[in-house]
């Protein structure tokens, strides 16, 4: 996908956002354009302000300017809780399991943004029991371990069960905070992968965040450096790895 | 071996109420790493109601529904309005809230019924029963309060084992911000484990007055006793804290039976197993913080 289309269709746009924790302002007016079924990877140096843009865009912590657009709505300043109603599903950094809950327990929490059943337009069990059948097909090793805790499992496997999560969402905008952090390179590769079906065979939106930028940058069509707290690149991912300068001043490869 | 059999049952009996205050506590400190030390006074506030609905209704059953939903309904109060503005805030402000909150209700209970001991009904027969000629040292009613708070721990149990409502809660509970992130609104469903924190306490202080008198501070020892026997299971676990509670049960029944004197050591034992718990295994008998931090 060329960068034109991916900033004609934006499924999410982040306008002029600043965001920060107490005294700290961590995101000082970033814009980025994630363009739909596409993938747009964040990259930056740590304390970049990448983590803190997911933690804006899903409502973890409350933007002190800007606008968050999706569907052509302005959606700062709403909760985790509605943000993922709107379609926005996050997977924080981590490998986010909740090691106390089984495989399939955790599957189920997956799906806690669906209309409830008991207040009308909610969706039948079965619909449930299809979404849960679908996850374990598409991730065979989790239907394996469906009874067994999420503690007992691999790294690979915590990071398949965190995505399989996310999706019971049925999110338009997938945001992945590194997903890839602390897995071996065959299971990372994996990962990027799967990333890449998820957007081109099932048209969600994906915005990836990464240490790793050379890995991000073959995956993505899209790329956005931030240093700062602010842009300092946006181009579509070839360019950005091209960029030699660019590459050795803020990316580490 | 009779008084053996004897010591057993009533520590058994006392064990049940123990677990309930205790899994009460274990509930509301699940959620928010809170202990409420209003626990206490919120279930004598909701005996003292229920006493004054029996003595206008004539009717026990009605002032037992009465106090269990008085419990929920009063949790769910003081969550919203008293714990929600602390939380985001420094942990000692809720323990301080929850602490103003006992002595609130025991101030405000002693000026609406009274100061005096008042006695309690018994739902059945107080008298102890007898297996052949043998008395076993329980009446009828000691058997109502096991099976009452088997039944209530038990579906429970269930509802947080197999429902959705249940499921949610224990997603709130060991990760807040997954499930908020999965759509989760975790601040309701504090306010019900509030609920049905303050619908246990409600329960144990119905059961337990018969044989304690009801008086503004007639629930601080039961508190005491709870809070070890939660201790004891761990804090974190709904079945560390029946099994703490019926083990806290047997102990003290002992104690106050063998021991010279017992009756007034029965504190003391209690303290000192705290102790011993708290030394060999510091997160409690059912603790899953050892297994986490591997």
Redesign the interface.
């Known amino acids: 996908m060329s960068s034109e289309t991916v900033s004609a269709t934006p499924a999410l746009a982040v306008e002029e956002l600043v965001a920060g924790y107490g005294g700290v302002t961590a995101l000082n007016g970033v814009s980025i354009s994630a363009g739909t079924a596409a993938i747009t990877a964040v990259l930056g140096a740590n304390g970049a302000g990448k983590t803190t843009l997911l933690r804006a865009v899903?409502g973890?912590i409350r933007p002190r300017r800007g606008r968050i657009l999706l569907g052509g709505g302005d959606l700062a300043g709403r909760?985790?809780?509605q943000m993922?109603?709107a379609g926005i599903?996050?997977v924080?950094e981590g490998q986010?399991v909740?090691?106390?809950?089984t495989v399939e327990?955790n599957l189920?929490?997956?799906m806690?943004?669906?209309p409830s059943a008991f207040r009308g337009g909610g969706r039948p069990r079965a619909e449930r029991a299809a979404a849960l059948d679908e996850a374990y097909q598409r991730f065979p090793p989790l239907a394996v371990r469906r009874r067994k805790l999420a503690?007992s499992l691999s790294g690979g496997e915590r990071q398949m069960l965190v995505i399989a999560?996310a999706l019971l969402?049925r999110p338009r905008v997938l945001l992945l905070d590194e997903p890839s952090l602390g897995l071996a390179p065959r299971i990372m590769a994996q990962v990027m992968d799967l990333v890449v079906q998820l957007s081109r065979e099932h048209g969600i939106t994906i915005v990836l965040v990464e240490q790793n930028a050379r890995g991000a940058l073959a995956i993505a069509d899209h790329g956005v450096v931030l240093n700062l707290g602010r842009v300092v690149a946006a181009a579509d991912a070839p360019t950005l790895a091209a960029d030699v300068a660019l590459r050795h001043h803020y990316l580490g490869f | 071996m009779v008084e053996f059999l004897q010591f057993t049952l009533s520590g058994v009996v006392f064990g049940m109420i123990y677990a309930a205050v205790a899994l009460s506590l274990v509930l509301i400190w699940r959620g928010t790493r809170l202990l409420n030390y209003g626990q206490g006074a919120m279930a004598m506030f909701t005996t003292f109601v229920a006493i004054e609905v029996i003595y206008r209704t004539g009717s026990y059953w009605t002032g037992f529904a009465v106090a269990l939903a008085a419990g929920a309904v009063l949790g769910a109060a003081c969550q919203l309005t008293i714990i929600r503005p602390t939380m985001n805030k420094p942990p000692l402000n809720a323990v301080i809230v929850t602490i103003g909150l006992l002595t609130l209700l025991e101030g405000l209970a002693g000026i609406l019924f009274g100061g005096q001991y008042r006695s309690f009904p018994a739902a059945f027969s107080v008298t102890g029963l007898r297996a052949g000629g043998t008395p076993l040292g329980v009446s009828r009613f000691d058997v109502f309060v096991a099976v009452a708070v088997l039944v209530v721990t038990g579906a429970l149990a269930a509802a947080f084992r197999y429902t959705?409502a249940g499921?949610?809660m224990?997603?709130a509970a060991?990760?807040p911000?997954?499930?908020?992130?999965?759509?989760?609104?975790?601040a309701r469903v504090l306010t019900i484990g509030w609920a049905l924190a303050g619908l246990l306490g409600a329960l144990a202080g119905v059961l337990v007055s018969p044989s304690t008198f009801l008086y503004p501070d007639s629930m601080d020892t039961i508190f005491v006793f709870g809070f070890t026997a939660a201790v004891i299971g761990g804090l974190d676990s709904a079945v560390g804290s029946v099994v703490g509670g019926l083990l806290l049960g047997l102990a003290l029944s002992y104690a106050g039976g063998y021991l010279h004197s017992g009756a007034s050591l029965v504190p003391l034992v209690a303290l000192g197993i705290l102790v011993v718990v708290l030394m060999v295994r510091p997160g409690g008998l059912f603790s899953?913080t050892a297994?986490?931090r591997v």
């Open positions: 899903s973890m909760s985790p809780e993922v109603r599903a996050h924080p986010g909740i090691p106390e809950l327990e189920r929490v997956g806690m943004s669906w503690s999560r969402a | 959705s499921l949610r224990r997603a060991f990760s911000t997954i499930a908020r992130l999965s759509g989760i609104r975790v899953a297994v986490r």
